[in-house]
């Protein structure tokens, strides 16, 4: 299948998870990240806030972990700039700095900005996941962009509610690989 059948089909599977299943699996894959990911050497973690009606993994449990147990850890979050069609990055400095966008999706309205290149791992939301590391996202490009600018040594992990596919049809060749994917089963992890 292709991106954009895909993006149709698992957007509308998601949607259809309970709150209960969607909580309880969003809870698994912070418990899965946490035994699977090592975060010693992580000193600037970029992290989405989930979109919930879209049922984007919850990270607001991964969050409150990272800020309880690994203080050495910067927490990133994006913001969308319209006028460059790409993403700024700031530190997250508390919920409370978060106000809704147009889109009704959580964003930092105000906040201080890191550069890309300081960037160690990034988390990164997704429609759907192959075998071979790669994924289908909303199909804007601001994960693609932003990690063209990361370092080369910055991690990328995705985060899936749902298991992979075996193949996504239509690749790119900008398009950016998952190092590792977390689902609530297990970690996939994949060569670069």
């Not at 299943?21 to 969003?26: F, G, I, T, V």
């Not at 460059?84 to 530190?91: A, G, H, K, Y």
Request: neutral net charge.
């Amino acid at each position: 299948m292709t991106k954009e059948e895909l993006r149709k089909i698992y957007l509308q599977k998601r949607r259809s998870l309970s709150d209960i299943e969607y909580e309880k699996l969003s809870i698994q894959i912070c418990e899965n990240f946490f035994n699977q990911i090592g975060l010693s050497t992580i000193k600037t973690l970029h992290i989405f806030i989930p979109i919930k009606k879209n049922k984007e993994p919850d990270t607001t449990f991964i969050i409150e972990r990272i800020q309880q147990k690994f203080s050495h850890i910067n927490l990133i979050v994006p913001r969308v700039n319209h006028s460059t069609e790409e993403m700024d990055n700031f530190f997250f400095e508390g919920f409370d700095q978060l106000e809704k966008n147009k889109w009704d999706i959580l964003e930092p309205k105000e906040g201080n900005l890191i550069e890309p290149n300081r960037i160690d791992m990034v988390l990164i939301p997704l429609l759907a996941f192959d075998e071979q590391g790669h994924r289908v996202g909303y199909g804007k490009g601001f994960y693609d962009k932003l990690l063209s600018k990361c370092k080369s040594d910055c991690k990328r992990i995705g985060l899936s509610l749902l298991e992979p596919l075996t193949k996504i049809e239509d690749i790119n060749p900008h398009d950016k690989k998952l190092h590792a994917c977390i689902t609530p089963s297990k970690t996939w992890n994949f060569e670069l």
